[in-house]
């Protein structure tokens, strides 16, 4: 099986740019979850989706928003992007949501100028 | 009560020698302990897992000890090898809730030839 994909690898904003990343789940898994990930402090939990609908929430602006398809499909969206957006941004997939069994994608390595 | 505190920020192991990765938790409910592994260019990934029933947990050269009263885990590498360098995450949370992993800060190992 093909694993997580995410879309693009690197990207450079500009503040006060809005941006789009996307996340291909493993086939099979229902739910995405996206995290930030930047130096020393750990990965921060963002959102996570499961058939399309919002289950679960971390403490981010709403600037942070994400989605889900049909398909399974993520996007995350920030808006407005500050100094302080940069990092890598992680997606993981698991069959039916919960801890117990998330592969990670490679990450989309965000930097905001 | 939220937090996972881990130690040390980076540590230089020499080949053949042991890594220990410690962490600790504040959050009496937590009941899922899991070590995520993490390479340069991709997303972290799991490497081992414990509950809170046992006090030890091995697989293969890798083993979490787990100490309940003291809200205390950690990770030993045993006869650590250069392809052991990577960054190590703690984690924590409660299994069957609403709650996600609780990340800690993570450790750069590096195993020395």
């Known amino acids: 099986k093909a694993g997580v994909t995410q879309t693009p690898r690197y990207l450079i904003k500009t503040r006060g740019q809005q941006v789009t990343l996307s996340c291909s789940p493993i086939s099979g898994h229902r739910s995405v979850s996206w995290y930030q990930q930047t130096p020393g402090q750990g990965l921060q939990f963002l959102f996570e989706y499961f058939s399309e609908t919002q289950r679960n929430k971390g403490n981010f602006p709403g600037r942070f928003s994400g989605r889900q398809f049909s398909n399974s499909r993520s996007e995350m969206n920030v808006s407005t992007l500050e100094l302080g957006d940069s990092a890598l941004y992680l997606c993981?997939?698991?069959?039916?949501?919960?801890?117990?069994?998330?592969?990670f994608g490679p990450g989309t390595r965000l930097t905001v100028t | 009560q939220q937090q996972v505190k881990q130690s040390p920020q980076s540590l230089i192991v020499q080949k053949g020698g042991i890594s220990i990765i410690n962490c600790a938790y504040e959050n009496t409910a937590f009941d899922y302990f899991p070590w995520y592994q993490q390479f340069p260019g991709k997303g972290p990934a799991l490497l081992i897992a414990?509950?809170?029933d046992v006090s030890e947990k091995k697989e293969g050269r890798f083993t979490i000890s787990f100490n309940k009263s003291a809200k205390q885990f950690s990770l030993h590498i045993m006869d650590s090898q250069p392809g052991d360098s990577a960054t190590y995450f703690c984690a924590a949370s409660k299994v069957n809730s609403n709650y996600q992993l609780i990340w800690g800060a993570g450790t750069k190992l590096i195993i020395k030839p």
């Open positions: 414990i509950r809170p």
């Open positions: 993981a997939s698991s069959p039916q949501g919960g801890l117990l069994e998330q592969y």
